[in-house]
């Protein structure tokens, strides 16, 4: 009470010269500490090079702390402008979230091109070997929420804006390379299956729930997407270790409008990785936002991330040979039957200045793309190119959201569309309409030669709602892509198959979905029943015979296409006082040797002081870090802090989770006493390194490229032995 009233008084004291609005001028010195209320808070007035606070009208603020009042404990004032303006702002902050991609991060870079593509498209991006064009990646989970966690298991969204010299080309792919469905109408009762279910909203950002299987168990066309999804693939380590693909067959036309067929794929240069399930749970809960951190942090060390730009080219006679249709995108065309070619590298180098204004008012519609690139007639893509443009009508309020700098095309505008919702591009001159009369003052004018041409492709038929029979063919690619896969992969696989059909509570749905499987491998059909204890239903009916024997391609398995050693990777080093100096000094030369980074974990923030007396702060109390955030640990402990460690649920759970997870574990002799509490040591194997020497250290960060050790899975993982 005491504090009010001198509050109070001292707004007495300050009411006569603030009737009229006062700039404080900057120049004056008027910093001051008084009290606010109970707290009394310091205020930082405008001085020196702090700029004044003013309303969106630029009027200069005077006091940002109290509302307009009638008197000190009286009503407060509508006429307050400062208020009602900040107030008003500020409850129209949000725009609606995407629909669909709703949470996801993006960053800054630009393509370079390493191989001309000018023999097949006349686009300019693809013609000058060693150009770079501007570009802007936004990635994203599909089914959570903007504020959902990180390691959902989802497909991560892969959206390009490439700024070329003529238009923007937005490639919005996905990290998986073929969909869930082969028609656009069946789009929002896909997303609406996999949403959380309408009346209980949840469960948030996953697919393991009734409506999402009811969904899928009904739509075998969905069956090559379900092995992806239930792959790792998606639950990615990293954004940088991913693929991006474009899915659909896209055209490009050259110079004399002649067609070529032309799929995309994004390559990531540090190979793929991704985390195991029971990890990317304990990820959520650790650091929810685990991959914006990751790519904010990599690219701010100047470790940029880097995909080079693949392309599978073929014509209308491979695709008329081809035992798929190129228009379904629920088929790939396997890289051993048509190589990917490098043309180019994605490089991303700059982090957005403000989330908002880039990562959130990005707009991607498939439909932009420049002069030389065309669309097939995939129907997903048909569909998606009206969906996306109308989708950002009503996500940013208006037809001008090419005015926003992150929409702004890099090269002239000039066309007749003018006003609407915050115009920012207003043309001058009075002709506004075409054909005009005004001459050169009369506006831009079409060019036949530069502009944008379609493909003039023959096109007759009833008009009908029909599914082509090339379409029919639902299981072999999936199989194709099971068999693909390294044991470990296919285990995972199961394993996933069995937790998200454990969470569908109607039984009837479990053994549908099983139905599916026993196209897909007998093997697989076999472990997902059994784990789920459930009795072999039977097939479910195909509707073309499962070609069996397509052949398995590397290009389709994640530990094929690993890294080649430990670059860009995390070691954690866990810390205590007394810990090996020289130890711990050997191994951040390795880490840096290898172009990895490291973060120490320590029982307190304040960090250590190791065994010669130096000091080092900590990134993370144990607690805050746990082994889940890194990709190898190395524990350097001392006996004293080894035994204090062995009495710690959290340094437990590390060491535990470390192994269950199958990474390598680097360790100090002392280190024994926490792994024999946390009762590991009997079983310790071949990819837990006991650190004795530098070289030990060298040699165990060097193993860490490797990144798991997988024979290890099958004896922690009750699952692999039932
Ligand atoms: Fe999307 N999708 N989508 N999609 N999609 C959107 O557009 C849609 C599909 C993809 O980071 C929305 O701006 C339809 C396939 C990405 O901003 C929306 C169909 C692929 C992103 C939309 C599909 C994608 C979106 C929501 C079926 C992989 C995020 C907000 C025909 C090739 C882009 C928005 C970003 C976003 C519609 C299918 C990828 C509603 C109708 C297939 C990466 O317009």
Not at 337 to 347: A, D, F, K, S, T
Not at 525 to 536: E, H, R, Y
Not at 642 to 665: E, R
Request: proline share 7%; with cysteine; glycine share 8%.
């Amino acid at each position: 009470m005491a504090a009010s009233k001198k509050t109070e008084s001292k707004k007495k004291a300050s009411e006569t010269p603030k009737k009229a609005p006062r700039a404080v001028a900057p120049t004056i010195e008027t910093q001051y500490t008084e009290p606010q209320g109970e707290g009394g808070e310091t205020h930082q007035i405008a001085s020196g090079n702090i700029a004044t606070l003013t309303t969106d009208q630029g009027a200069p603020v005077a006091d940002d702390q109290n509302t307009l009042r009638q008197g000190a404990r009286g009503p407060a004032l509508l006429e307050d402008p400062h208020f009602r303006e900040k107030i008003f702002h500020f409850d129209h902050e949000r725009i609606p979230e995407r629909v669909v991609h709703a949470r996801g991060y993006g960053a800054h870079g630009f393509f370079e091109l390493t191989k001309s593509l000018s023999r097949v498209t006349r686009a300019d991006i693809f013609q000058r070997v060693g150009e770079r064009t501007p570009a802007f990646v936004r990635f994203s989970t599909v089914a959570g929420n903007k504020g959902s966690f990180d390691l959902a298991r989802d497909v991560r969204g892969f959206a390009v804006k490439l700024y070329t010299k003529e238009g923007n080309w937005d490639l919005v792919g996905n990290n998986i390379p073929v969909f869930f469905i082969q028609d656009a109408i069946k789009f929002p009762d896909l997303i609406h299956a996999a949403k959380p279910e309408p009346d209980r909203e949840f469960p948030q950002a996953q697919t393991a729930h009734d409506n999402f299987w009811d969904f899928i168990s009904l739509t075998p066309e969905s069956m090559h997407m379900v092995m992806w999804i239930m792959s790792d693939r998606t639950i990615p380590r990293s954004f940088r270790f991913m693929e991006g693909f474009g899915v659909h067959s896209f055209r490009f036309l050259d110079a004399k409008d002649r067609s070529t067929f032309v799929k995309f794929h994004w390559k990531p240069r540090l190979g793929l990785q991704s985390v195991v399930w029971n990890e990317a749970v304990k990820i959520n809960g650790a650091d929810p936002d685990f991959h914006r951190r990751d790519l904010w942090d990599a690219i701010n060390g100047g470790d940029f991330p880097e995909w080079d730009l693949g392309v599978q080219i073929f014509d209308q006679a491979f695709a008329d040979r081809f035992a798929f249709d190129i228009l379904d995108p629920t088929k790939i065309i396997p890289e051993e039957e048509l190589p990917v070619q490098i043309v180019g590298r994605l490089v991303l180098d700059r982090v957005v200045d403000n989330f908002f204004a880039e990562t959130e008012q990005v707009a991607f519609c498939t439909q932009n793309v420049p002069p030389g690139i065309d669309f097939s007639n995939d129907p997903l893509l048909q569909g998606r190119n009206f969906s996306y443009l109308d989708t950002q009508l009503k996500r940013l309020g208006g037809p001008n959201f090419t005015h926003i700098p992150i929409n702004a095309p890099k090269c002239p505008v000039a066309h007749f569309q003018q006003d609407g919702h915050m115009a920012m591009r207003n043309p001058v001159g009075r002709a506004n309409y075409e054909p005009n009369s005004w001459g050169a003052e009369g506006g831009p004018r079409e060019n036949p030669a530069r502009g944008m041409r379609s493909f003039a492709e023959e096109a007759e038929g009833p008009k009908t709602r029909l599914r082509p029979e090339s379409f029919a063919d639902h299981y072999s690619q999936a199989r194709q892509f099971y068999v693909s896969q390294t044991p470990i992969e296919q285990k995972h696989i199961g394993d996933a198959l069995v937790f998200e059909l454990s969470k569908v509570e109607r039984p009837d749905i479990r053994s549908r979905m099983v139905s599916h499987l026993i196209h897909i491998d007998g093997e697989l059909a076999n472990t997902v029943a059994d784990g789920l204890a459930l009795p072999m239903p039977k097939p479910a009916i195909a509707a073309r015979p499962v070609v069996a024997d397509l052949p398995p391609s590397d290009a389709l398995s994640i530990l094929k296409r690993g890294p080649a050693g430990f670059a860009g990777r995390k070691l954690g080093i866990l810390l205590t006082d007394g810990a090996d100096a020289a130890l711990f000094n050997a191994l951040v030369a390795a880490a840096g040797k290898q172009k990895a980074v490291y973060e120490v974990i320590a029982p307190k923030i304040g960090g250590v002081t190791l065994s010669d007396g130096t000091k080092v702060a900590a990134k993370h109390k144990i607690d805050g870090g746990p082994s889940v955030l890194f990709d190898a640990v190395a524990i350097v402990v001392s006996s004293e802090g080894a035994a204090l460690l062995a009495s710690d649920g959290a340094a437990k759970d590390f060491v535990n989770d470390a192994f269950g997870h199958c990474k390598f574990i680097g360790y100090s002799p002392e280190a024994m006493a926490l792994f024999e509490k946390a009762g590991l040591a009997p079983d310790l194997d071949e990819a837990c390194i006991e650190l004795s020497s530098k070289r030990g250290a060298a040699g165990f960060v060097e193993s860490c490229g490797k990144l798991r050790h997988w024979p290890r899975e099958l004896k922690v993982d009750l699952d692999a032995k039932s």
